[in-house]
């Protein structure tokens, strides 16, 4: 086979398949969260905002990253400046989706950490440790408790998902504004472009073709996702670090079946972390190895390998951040009972199921 006179070689057409199935999986999960948020109302809450803000990036990944990328795969010819926007769009796409991360991560470090933080209690003049008194200080006024909700308001959250796309556009499009290789295809592009000859200005896309490797490899990578990764990591170090104290120092039933939940949770997180750099780090690696060792190879299906993995993140999402919460699984289920199998839209058992799992998954939110 072949396309635009390239031959389409066995893997390449393995390649596209798993594409497809990786961007039909990836559609599927991710519009399936944010369908179950707008139904259900308790999903409404600053943490959730995080979570349909990376659905909605998933799902761009897998209805424009992924056909972006099969096109540049088949060095589809375009022009210059199209094929280097095509080549922006995953870029964004891509920094979107870890921003998004990340900014969970930054949401669950709050939630362990705040509402555990003891200080002054009002009118009282003796200091007291929470890990001692968890049961007593539930009788204190809420407003002591709601140290998390005073710093994460839903203002504060839809200026955090405004930053996870605003910062990824302007980073994702620099390359447009000269950070490209136009002394290669560019400048070619440019010289043809007088001809007569309309084909002149049309070149098989690819993405070293366009791209600056030193956009690729110094800021993209160690810039936005490996720095990130590192972040993170510190992050979910802090929450599994006062988790374990709080469960040392910890006394009483409540207390400690409140953390194991914050446990069982901060678990959730340390796959989260490992899915993502099993994800995203073989791609860019590849990128550094081909940029600090220009004799060195790196073969084709080991290079689509990366590519594939790096989407499969926007599919494994919905697993890990909806999948795990009790609220999103009630959900799920009701909407797959009335849409799928037929049964009534009963909204009062639905309300009723909802709040039994807010209250057991109190602390368990994401």
Known sequence: MSA????ISSLDIAYIV???VIALASLSGNVLVVWAVKLN???RDTTFYLIVSLAVADIAVGAVAIPIAILISLKVKMHFYCCLFACC???ILTQNSILSLLAIAIDRYLRVKIPVKCGQLGTLETTIKCEQFSCILKSLPSSYFRRYRAVMTHRRAWVAVG???LVPTILGLLPMLGWHRGDSLGAAAERNSSSSNSEGRYKACSFPAVMSMDYVVYFNFFGLILAPLLLMLGLYVLVFTTIKKQLHNSQGVCKASRLQKELKLA???ALVLALFALCWLPLPIMNSVGFFCPTCHVSKAILYCGILLSHANSAMNPVVYAFKIKK???TFMRIWHHYYTGSEWNESTFHSNTLQSQRADKSDSV
């Open 163 to 165: 930053v996870c796309w």
């Open 89 to 91: 769009l995953l870029c």
């Open 267 to 269: 678990n959730a997180l």
């Open 4 to 7: 635009n006179g390239n031959t």
């Open 41 to 43: 109302k308790a999903l």
């Open 18 to 20: 798993l594409e497809v």
């Open 328 to 330: 999103f699984r009630v």
